[in-house]
């Protein structure tokens, strides 16, 4: 309580979890406080490996070590976890990362596009308008992380050809590098030189 309150904002946990587990937290902060423990409750599902639930009994278990060890850029691993929604589970394997390391390639190729670019298209800035409302809602909307990423890689897509242009609006260029930094900013995709 003394660094997060009384109430959360938000609390995580796997879906296996919710009971007697968090039941059992709501009811002894609860009790002790006299006030709502969390205002929202965000139950993930299970994370499977190869089709088979990630257990440490079933010596299945990927860590971040792991991934590491096999050059996973940790950015392909949050876009894979963004691919499906919290709600559902995640099979993780080896054909997804791969997928996931060639979708994050992409967003830094459009990032190095926009950072390189003179000007853009009234066009461009109309993509990064769309991108930042279908963005926004989709995360407003259960945290709909798949369909934030749909919208995300549509910009990409739109943007990469008002690019290709060659257009002469500054201002368009300004906006579309600003809604770009704010959706990654949120989601985070962009790799980084030790990726």
């Known amino acids: 309580m003394k660094y997060l309150g ?105 990032a190095d596009r926009l950072s390189k670019a003179s000007a853009g298209t009234p066009e461009l800035a109309r993509a990064a308008e769309d991108a930042e409302r279908d963005v926004r809602a989709a995360l407003f909307d259960d945290l709909n992380a798949p369909e934030a990423l749909g919208a995300l890689f549509t910009f990409v897509r739109r943007g990469n050809a008002e690019l290709d242009r060659s257009g002469s609006d500054r201002d368009a260029l300004a906006r579309a590098r600003m809604v770009f930094a704010t959706i990654d900013g949120v989601l985070d995709l962009s790799p980084r030189p030790q990726d």
């Open 6 to 110: 009384t109430t959360l904002d938000i609390h995580c946990g796997g879906v296996d979890l919710i009971f007697p587990h968090h039941e059992d937290e709501i009811a002894q902060s609860e009790g002790a406080t006299g006030v709502e423990f969390s205002r929202t409750w965000c139950h993930g599902e299970f994370l499977l490996v190869e089709g088979s639930k990630m257990a440490k009994r079933l010596s299945n278990e990927v860590t971040i070590g792991t991934l590491r060890d096999q050059k996973i850029p940790g950015v392909a691993v949050r876009h894979l976890m963004f691919s499906v929604h919290y709600r559902q589970q995640l099979n993780l394997k080896d054909e997804a990362l791969e997928g996931s390391v060639r979708a994050v390639r992409k967003i830094g190729e459009f």
